[in-house]
Structure formats: C-alpha cells, structure tokens
C-alpha cells in the first residue's frame, strides 16, 4: 500500500499516533547523521534533475470530490540550490483546447529565491529528500518514531526560519525508513477555502548515483490528491549550469484582474430591486420582501466578497442577505467564500457540492486565518436535492436551475427570473475578445447552455455572465446561436 493512502486513511480517521519512547536510545542528530550517510548528501550543494512528470491543478476538478485535473509535464528539468537557496523548475505542456482541434504548445514554470520566500514556493526545496535532510540539520529537527502499515519509521520535525502570516511557525515532517532513506516528507502551507493545507511528498524506487541516491518516482499531494508527479530519469549534483538556471521565468499569462488595491464593486440596476455587482467577475443581487439572494456571493478572493456585499447593502439597504448561491465550486468562483460565512449568510448550492464545502470550511486555518478563522463562524451550507432551487414570494420569484451534461463541473448551476427574463451563468459562453472577433469556435459548453436552456423552456431576453465579457455587455439567447452558427 502506499505511503499516502496509508497516511490518507490515518488522517481520515483522526488517528494521533505518537510514539517517542522506541526511539529513547537515539538522537535526532545520529538519526539526521545515518540518514545523510545512506542517502550520500554530503558535499551536496545543488542538484539538478529531469524526467517525465505531471501536474494537478487545484480547485479546478470536475467534481468537487473528485482529483485535481492533469496536465502533463514534458521535458521536466528541475534546479534546486541549497546554499541560497533557491530552485527553478520548467517543463513543456501539450494541451488540446476546449474546443478542440490541435494541441498548443504551454509552459509550465515554478521559482523560488531569496528575494520571496514563501513557504508555498520554498517547499519545493525542502520537501525533497535531500533538502529535508539539510533542513534538519540546520534546523535543530526533534525525533520521534511512527510506525506505518507494520514498518517502523524515523519520524524528524522541524521548522524553516520563515514564519506564516499568524506568526505560527511552519512544520516540517519527514520518514526515514530502516534503509535510512526519506520516504515521505509533509508539510502545511496556507491556502483559499482549504485553511491550512497538507502537502505529502512521497518518495520510492530510489536509485544509487556513485553513492548519491535518488527516488526514481517522487508524488506530492494536496489535501490528499495528486498535484505533482514525476518520473526521474536522472539527477546531478552540484550541476555546472546551475546559475544560468536559477532566473525567473517570464510572468504566467494574467488570469482574473490585476493584483493589488482593493477591488472597487459599482453596480447597474437591471430591473427593479435586481442589480447586478459589476467587476472582473460580476454577482447578481436579487431582492425579495424580507430578504436579499446574491448570485455568486464569494468570487476571486475575500476583499471581492466583501466589495460585493457592501455594494449589495448600498443598492439594497436595510435588508439581510439571506442567501448566497454559487454558480459553481470552482475555486476562482469560491475563494472569497470564508468573507461570506462570516456575513452570516446561507451557501446554496446543489447537494454534490455541500460535503466538501462544509469540510473545507471546518478545517484548521491557524497559518493565516481567514474570515471564518477570524470570526469562528461556522459555515451553513444549503446542499439542495434535485436539479431545481426556487427563491419566491409574492414579489419575486428567482429559480436556480442545475445544468446537465457540462463537463466542466458537476453541480454548475444557473440563475433564471422569469418574470424580468434576466439569465445569469459562468462558464459556459465565453466571447472572445474584441480583437479576434466571431465567428467563435463551436465551444461544447456553449452548446450544453443552449441545449439547457432550450430543455428547461426558458427564454431570457437578457443573459449576464458572470466573467465580464469583452466588450462588457448582457448578451441574448440570439448572440449564443449566432456564435454556434444557427
Ligand atoms: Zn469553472
């Protein structure tokens, strides 16, 4: 079995296994000593490896249960130099498009320096074999002994000399086996929605280099599933071209609004007591007798949900938003979430999406606590059965309708006021920009949305997105044919 569902099944579990006593005739010292011994790391400054890999994406899964979505790595070279430290790894990606048709040519790029030493970069150096050894003993690594699907194994903790943003020192756990080899190393690293996240390398088949060993497959995981692997075909250590190596790799395309300064909420009234919360990702507020229902409550970030709601409460004033419903769990829909909880406010969302919410949000989140984390608010999640969630009184009615048929995630769902015949969705017909105009590819999802719309009878005169389309603008069930051709 392997290290990480044995590890996997312990956490799911709950079960504490502790266990200093065996381990009483030994020091941490002597421990880190045979282990850097056996794995042949003295004299080891820098390393340099490559082989055939993949990575996981997370938050992007298609179902909320389900794996992080893969992308292969090809031509994988990873630099790591201890000393700085510092490490800097690329790859090629081939991925075919949503629409189809030839795969395009991508790159995939981790950096880590001095200049930034976040732990969610810095790990990579010293969640390897080697660099966990050098962190123990640079670190003064306390030991203990665990014992895993009947093997004893070496347990060494310590912390890097950076600090999270609670203050909360950083952790760092790795397993030495009987051949005093690092099999598995975990640590914990802030992360949106999922509060303090487990990140678990695992580490076999190791290979002898003239008395260097390395593991020929290295797997980590976040929060349980893949979101690295690698096959390595081979290592080097202290590698010539090292500095060459160890420069910043060109800025990923941007994704969502530029960074910095908090992001401004303006809204437009659609109809009467419906206004939507225009941004980079925009929400619908819908207002009924008592209360108010916002469409996508908690996107992009923590400051977007709170912009959202102030705005909300401007155009709506003196009523409580009751209800926050999200279009889908992807996380660059979600992230802002923990802003909601703290509101007070109700998620609604289909049943398949509810269990993981509900665990994501009771989570430790001690290394930089979010709204919840600051609050202690517990998250209500409205997990709804069926395909249909309706919002009525005698002024409005607002019906949330779960898509069928959409690859891109289980649970997606759409808003429909059918006395304003005003629609709103996310991710499922995207313009393109103005610079490279109709005719648009014939998007699958695009076909899905058509295809929903047309089975559920509705007919919308006005249809909102919630990515700002480019020029910014509703759009109708006409422009949503023309860009399929019909
Ligand atoms: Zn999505």
Known sequence: MSFRIVRLAWMAALLVVAGAQSAAAQTAEAVIAASAKAMGIEGLNSIKMWGSGASFQVGQNNNAEGPWPRTNLNDFNRWIDFTQPATRTSAVTW??????????????NQFASPANTAWGQHLEIWTTPWGFLKGAQANGATLATETFDGTDYKVLTWSPPQKSPSGEPYKVVGYIGDDNLVHWVETWVEAPILGDLHVGTEFSNYRDLGGLKFPSTIIQSRAGSPTFEVQLLGVQANPADLADRLVAPPPPPAFGPPPGGTPQAASEQLAPGVWRIRGAYNALAVEFSDYVVLFEPGPQNEDRARAIIAETKRVIPGKPIRYGVISHHHFDHTSGLPAVVAEGITIVTPEVNKAFFERAFSAPRTLAPDAIGQSGKQAVIEGFPGDKR?????????????????????????GYLPKERILVYADMFNLPPADNPVPNPPVFGTQVFLANIERLGLQPERIMSIHSLNPDR????GDIKASLGR
Not at 95 to 108: C, E, I
């Open 390 to 414: 309706v919002f009525e009184d005698a002024t409005r009615r607002f019906e949330i309708h779960v898509i069928q048929g959409l690859p891109h995630a289980d649970g997606l769902v759409i």
């Open 95 to 108: 991925a075919v498009p949503v629409t189809g048709g030839a795969a395009a040519q991508g790159a995939f």
């Open 474 to 477: 509703l759009t109708s069930v």
